[in-house]
């Protein structure tokens, strides 16, 4: 039985050529139509799977790269590597301390300025003497964050040039305005600042056997008893915790010591001297130092 095919038009057999339903209709496509389109040739240089060959020159240049640049990101790292590992040293010349203070390695085990090669009297007495933490117990006040670590990025461009990592050249404890704070060790009060600085607030610096050096910053309030040249006793009561001085962090104990190595003053990381340091628990406070309702 004739037809009329779907695509050309011409005659076609709806039992010997090819039908199909398509959307509910019977469609009829003579054999010429149904019969696949020939293949399009290829170009020689299309069908070749990665492109036409490159020649051995190019290959050797493009190998003589690869190799250039690998060695220039050894040599990179081994720079990086070498002057993270270059000691370092401290200018006691340096201008009053803060919390980006002088800028420097963060372990005082890789610093040794004496050219003898000994070792240094107050890194010695860093090592070997007993602390006392600078914050009461039973909790081990010690830094919870990155930024409060020592070497830590602090952005005053005048300490950039100095030795403590990248600025910060101690450890923010606490942060609890009033907490008491603790000489760490026994020794004699070297200085008392009550009217707060624009940086370190209200601080004390306190002188220790073997040319150590302790600094407790942003005080809310320091001890009336204290002046400089007293004798201070490891475990005393020196201040409380507070945040003078400080802009736009939460209040914090800003700790910081440090050692004299031949005439020059040099920051050790302190927080693996207060994971071992002795807590001692208050369990009553001086009348200066109670809470007295006002703003802080």
Known sequence: MSTICCRCGGPADRFRDVVRVVEMRV???CRR?????APVPVPAHRAMPHGPKRSGRSELIGLLAVLVAAGLGVALVLVVRARSS???MVDAAAPTPHDAGPRGDASAAAVDSNSNGTTPEGLTAVLEGKWTHALPGPFRELPVREGGRFGAYRARAEYKDRFCGQGHCGND??????????AVRGGVIERVVRQPAEFEGKWVLIRHPGGLLSYYMHLDEVAPELVAGGAVAAGQMIGTLGRTGIKHAEAHLHFMISFDSNGKEMFVDPEPLMREAELIELETLPEWA???GRPR
């Not at 139509?33 to 389109?37: D, G, K, N, V, Y």
């Open 27 to 29: 469609e009829v496509t």
């Open 33 to 37: 139509c149904a019969q696949p389109a």
């Open 86 to 88: 270059t000691p370092v």
């Open 173 to 182: 404890l606490g942060n609890q305005i009033g907490l008491p704070i603790l």
């Open 290 to 292: 109670k809470p007295k």
